[in-house]
Nanobody, 127 residues
Framework: QVQLVESGGGLVQAGDSLRLSCLAS????????MGWFRQAPGKAREFVAATTDTRWSRENTYYADFVKGRFTISRDNAQKTVYLQMNSLKPEDTAVYYCAAKSTAIAPMASSAYNYWGQGTPVTVSS
C-alpha cells in the first residue's frame, strides 16, 4: 500500500512559479512510476508529467505537450518525494493537481494505469 500526500499549491499570478511536492509512504518508492495529473473545474483529469525508474527505460520523464519547457518533474528517492516545478504559470494551469503512483513503467501517461492517488492540491493562477 502506498499513501501519497501533496503540498505546495496556492494562489499565484500569471508568470509566477510554484513547486509541488508529493511525499510517499512505502518501502519501494524508488521503483515506482510517479505521475502528476490535474483536473480543472468541469474538465476531465489530464496527464501533466511522469517519471519512471531508470531501470525500466532509458527515457524516464514524460510531459504533456502543454507543459513542455515550463514544468519539470523530479524525484528524490531517499526522501520518497516527487516534485513538480512549475514555471511561467498561466491562468489555464488552474486546476487541482494530483500525485499518482504505480509499480510498472507501462503507459506512464494513462491515469487509468495508476493504482495510488493523493488527495490533490489546488493551484490557482490569476491573470
Amino acid at each position: 500500500q502506498v499513501q501519497l500526500v501533496e503540498s505546495g499549491g496556492g494562489l499565484v499570478q500569471a508568470g509566477d512559479s510554484l513547486r509541488l511536492s508529493c511525499l510517499a509512504s512505502g518501502r519501494t518508492f524508488s521503483s515506482y512510476t510517479m505521475g502528476w495529473f490535474r483536473q480543472a473545474p468541469g474538465k476531465a483529469r489530464e496527464f501533466v508529467a511522469a517519471t519512471t525508474d531508470t531501470r525500466w527505460s532509458r527515457e524516464n520523464t514524460y510531459y504533456a505537450d502543454f507543459v513542455k519547457g515550463r514544468f519539470t518533474i523530479s524525484r528524490d528517492n531517499a526522501q520518497k518525494t516527487v516534485y513538480l516545478q512549475m514555471n511561467s504559470l498561466k491562468p489555464e494551469d488552474t486546476a487541482v493537481y494530483y500525485c499518482a503512483a504505480k509499480s510498472t513503467a507501462i503507459a506512464p501517461m494513462a491515469s487509468s494505469a495508476y493504482n495510488y492517488w493523493g488527495q490533490g492540491t489546488p493551484v490557482t493562477v490569476s491573470s
